[in-house]
């Protein structure tokens, strides 16, 4: 009896949390298969936190079910609720929460010394879980003489020394500097990884979640708007939320005017008085005749100097430039519609240049509004 | 490394509905809030109910009734109490704030020499009891035995008196003197908070140094100023010790003086001590809620929390006549009464001139050796209740205050504003308003004229002070090391001890200390409660002035007045070292 029926180690039904009258959760559903990397990604207010909390017991849902490895944790409608502290839980918090009356090795052997392990037994495990975390030669320090990123360590030792089922991250690394946090990202991974527990990860910052996760979870308002791994999230965001949130693109408003066959069709976007068709990828749910929103990233726009002889398209002029090097990011102005584009072309572009925008048909997608 | 888990198998959550609600967590917090509650509505409840009670003429029985509170507007001593309460406490609020703002500038922000150094001085008064002050003050300028006007008479040649502290001026005066550290407290934190850019920046618009003090520097710290004085105010509306010593006695009767008269004595009556309580207590309670929610919020500089360096002021010279000034309120609030009583307290007779031949150390035998035969009871029994009082009531009062404050902190909904609420009810009240409560309250249940109902009243009004105490620590620490704790497997319990607690630590043993000197000193609220072989030390003392003489008085005041000023060294000690460590 290890998993839920479906297979996942981590199993959320239909959870619901309310805020005084706000639903901070609406009534979301997901699982993790055992030792995967989940990442809840969203803008604040979106309700991960919370989410992560029900899962950890330190909050109560107003409905729902969490299960860890077959085992009910908080139901709702049976009226179970497992404390926080009987889950065996390792959890990271954001302000790192080390105790600043203790050393690192206290800290880190507090959970070993609830559990009421022998002493040797602690000081061997506490010495693995620091040497892990590359904190050995800081164990008898004040936790209150450590930097940041020390305490970030120190936390993580301390969540996993006990080897606990599930490991929660509530925004890690939103207190680090970037180059720290970058750092620690790859590192985070990699010791995850290495002790090969199950783990749910919470950020407001995309590229962290694309670095580090198995899989994401995209959320806004309380909902789930998205899920998949970090490639598919990127590549196929499903609408406007997702693809405006993870990364940057170019967002239109327009219709599907014929669908090709499975996931292929045309959209027609209008600016200006210019009306053009553009052969597209089909979010799932979109079909003939509905309203849909064009979404291409900079990287899969190219300008092109000369338009007249390209046929029909989008044909803009160039307003702003910066050279990148490898490419030149610029603003092409179509109709009231500003075009971001990573151009590759090798002639050098310029304010005032009529251009020519070529889109790749493969990243031209068609998502729902 | 392996990641099997540790220990335990996995466990389904208990389904009954009884785990969830009998939790650690649930049942302290609940015993608390029902404690406080009780503790803080049952007094209020019983005092209101009796201020509507009549005695009739037999003595016995009672009816309802406004006549309790038409013989305030009728009854021309009570009417004249409630007078001169209002005057005293005007009058001590001016005084207080005049000194305390000036000797908040002084040590805040200008070049003042040894401003450092007299900081803690300046807050002695605080500590001292403002009784004792008043027994000094007596015998320093009584019109007889007041040693400056002997001093006067013999060295100045002056016929009759210089100086009378007997009357409604004395009572001003030594009130006033004694709580300015109250106002300097409050504009002492502002001053030093204020950002120095908000000056600099009039500066530079070309305003002068005057003009900017009067124009950004007072402006900012008024509302500091004003806390300050309705603090002032409403602590003086319900001091009992000064106007018992130096007014009741020569004519000038407070409220206080008067409820006192009501609640014991010859022609005791609850009901009508009950109606001028409430009287008391609705114009206490009334500016409290005016600073709480109207001048409170406007302390712009508390708000950033900053550590700043402000800038300081070149007095030149005049920084001479700055210290000169200190020196004088030192001379007068702290050093003069005290030199004074102890020289009171060696004469086995006080007349109102040094006898050097005369000089004996009977009086310290007398009233402070329990042990010994020819003690004085009442006094000796003080002693020995007041540390047991002190010690139990500031200990007890602390587990409650933390209880309290983690459920006000840590906890959301209803119950944790209520709970905030009810805190602050005891604050509005003075201490003898809430003794008569408590008295009316429990005069019938075992609990009268022993220490438990004493115990009772200074926690009740007390334990609002070691809960602010807590609260500002606990806003401090993160919610999360708390959580980090029950994820790492300890139940509420063990986190509170293992985490919580130890990181409330100097919260906890600032308003412990705080407890223990108010309660050593505690006066109103324990000549309303006490009885015979339940007297404190301040009763003790009271004792002694009333039925005894002043060199006995002299002598307990000055033992009181050590244990308290160790009190406060040793609290600025520790709690300095301790508070390093949060």
């Known amino acids: ?41 969203g803008p604040s207010g979106c309700g991960k936190t919370t989410t992560l909390m029900c899962i950890a017991g330190l909050h109560k849902p107003d409905a729902g079910e969490i299960s860890v490895g077959g085992a009910l944790f908080t139901s709702v ?38 559990r009421k392990l022998s002493h040797s037994e602690i000081g061997d495990r506490v010495a693995e879980a620091l040497r892990l975390v590359g904190l050995s030669d ?54 995850q990884h290495e002790v090969g527990i199950t783990s749910v990860y919470v950020t407001h910052d995309q590229s962290e979640a694309l670095v580090m996760s198995d899989d994401i979870i ?6 789930i708007q998205q899920t998949g791994g970090p490639h598919a999230i990127y590549a196929r965001p499903l609408n406007r939320f997702v693809s405006n949130f993870i990364g940057v693109a170019n967002l239109l408003d327009g219709r599907i005017v014929r669908v090709f066959g499975p996931g292929r069709g045309e959209i027609e976007v209008a600016q200006g008085g210019d009306k053009v068709r553009l052969p597209c990828l089909l979010a799932d749910g979109i079909g003939e005749g509905s309203e849909a929103v064009l979404s291409v990233r900079p990287e899969n ?50 304010p005032g240049d009529r251009v020519y925008l070529r889109l790749d048909p493969e990243h031209t997608l068609a998502v729902r509004p | 490394m392996a990641t099997e888990i540790l220990t335990r198998p996995v466990e389904d959550a208990p389904t009954s509905r009884w785990h969830s609600i009998f939790t650690q967590e649930n049942i302290a917090t609940t015993l608390a809030s029902l404690l406080v509650g009780a503790a803080v509505i049952l007094p209020l409840f019983a005092i209101i109910l009796s201020s509507f009670q009549i005695l009739d003429s037999s003595g016995f029985g009672t009816e309802w009734g406004l006549d309790n509170y038409r013989s305030l507007l009728k009854d021309r001593v009570i009417y ?125 618009t070309g305003a002068g140094l005057l003009r900017t003090t009067l124009t950004v520097t007072l402006p900012l710290v008024t509302p500091g100023i004003l806390s300050g004085a309705i603090i002032v105010f409403v602590t003086s509306a319900g001091e009992f010790g000064v106007p018992f010593k130096l007014g009741a006695p020569y004519g000038w009767e407070t409220l206080t003086t008067q409820i006192f008269t009501k609640a014991v004595g010859d022609d005791a009556n609850h009901y009508l001590g009950a109606a001028m309580s409430m009287t008391l207590g609705a114009i206490t309670a009334f500016f409290i809620w005016i600073q709480r929610r109207i001048i409170a919020p406007r302390e712009y500089t508390t708000v950033t929390g900053k550590g700043f360096r402000p800038n ?62 020819e003690r004085i009871v009442s006094a000796t029994n003080g002693i020995v209740n007041s540390f047991i009082l002190a010690f139990i009531g500031a200990s007890i009062a602390m587990i409650l205050a933390l209880v309290v404050s983690y459920m006000i902190h840590r906890t959301k909904g209803f119950g944790s504003r209520l709970l905030d609420f009810l805190c602050v009810i005891p604050i509005g009240f003075p201490g003898i308003v809430i003794a008569m409560g408590v008295l009316v309250t429990y005069i019938k249940t075992p609990i009268y004229a022993t220490l438990w109902i004493i115990l009772l009243g200074y926690i009740t009004r007390f334990f609002p002070y070691g809960q602010r105490n807590i609260s500002a620590v606990m806003l401090a620490v993160s919610e999360e090391l708390d959580q980090s704790s029950r994820m790492a497997g300890a139940s509420w319990l063990t ?88």
């Open chain 1, 1 to 41: 009896m290890n998993e839920a029926a479906n297979g996942n180690y981590l199993d959320v039904q239909g959870l619901v949390k309310y805020f005084g009258s706000d639903r901070a959760v609406d009534g979301i559903s997901f699982g993790v298969p055992k030792g995967r990397f989940l990442t809840l990604l």
């Open chain 1, 77 to 114: 409608s049976q009226r179970a609720y497992l404390p926080p502290e009987k889950r065996d839980i390792g959890m990271v918090f954001q302000s790192y929460a080390i105790w600043p009356h203790m050393t690192v090795t206290q800290n880190v052997a507090y959970p070993l010394e609830i």
């Open chain 1, 138 to 191: 800081m164990a008898g320090k004040l936790a209150t003489n450590l930097s940041g990123g020390q305490q970030q360590r120190a936390a993580l030792a301390r969540a996993i020394v006990f080897r606990p089922r599930l490991l929660l991250f509530d925004e890690p690394l939103s207190n680090l500097d970037l180059k720290l946090r970058e750092q620690m990202r790859v590192e985070l991974k990699r010791i």
């Open chain 1, 218 to 223: 995209v959320m806004s308002k309380g909902v």
């Open chain 1, 301 to 350: 726009v190219d300008a092109l100097r000369d338009p007249q002889g390209l046929g029909a398209g989008i044909r803009g002029e160039v307003i702003q430039t910066i050279f990148l090097g490898n490419c030149q990011d610029c603003r092409v102005r179509w109709g009231d519609f500003e075009w971001k584009v990573l151009a590759h072309s090798r002639e050098r572009l310029r």
């Open chain 2, 80 to 204: 004249g109490a409630f007078v001169n309460t209002l005057l005293i406490s005007s009058g001590a609020t001016l005084l207080a704030t005049f000194l305390g703002v000036s000797l908040a500038w002084i040590n805040a922000r200008t070049n003042c020499p040894w401003r450092g150094k007299l900081e803690p001085f300046n807050l002695i008064p605080f500590f001292l009891s403002p009784f004792v002050g008043a027994i000094a003050w007596h015998n320093l300028a009584a019109p007889k035995v007041g040693l400056l006007n002997n001093l006067a008479r013999e060295i100045l040649g002056i016929k009759g008196h210089l100086l009378n502290v007997d009357n409604i001026y004395g009572v001003i005066w030594v009130t006033g003197i004694f709580f300015t550290p109250l106002v300097y407290l409050f504009v002492v934190g502002s001053l030093r908070r204020m950002d120095p850019s908000l000056e600099d920046s009039a500066r530079t």
């Open chain 2, 312 to 373: 300081l002021i070149d007095l030149g010279p005049w920084k001479w006549a700055a210290l000169a000034y200190n020196l004088a309120y030192l001379f007068i609030a702290v050093l003069l009464p005290l030199v004074c009583l102890v020289i009171v307290s060696l004469h086995p007779v006080w007349e109102g001139r040094i006898i050097f031949t005369d000089l004996t150390f009977w009086n310290y035998k007398k009233t402070l050796f329990f042990w010994w035969p």
């Open chain 2, 495 to 582: 986190t509170l001890k293992r985490v919580t607690i130890p990181l409330l630590k100097p919260g906890i043993f600032a308003g412990w200390i705080l407890l223990f000197v108010i309660f050593l000193r505690e006066l109103s609220i324990s000549i309303i409660l006490y009885s015979t072989g339940t007297e404190t030390l301040s009763v003790g003392v009271y004792y002694l002035t009333n039925f005894e003489n002043e060199p006995l008085t002299s002598a307990l005041s000055v033992a009181q007045s050590v244990v308290l000023l160790l009190c406060v060294y040793f609290f600025r000690r520790i709690a300095g070292r301790e508070a390093l460590t949060a």
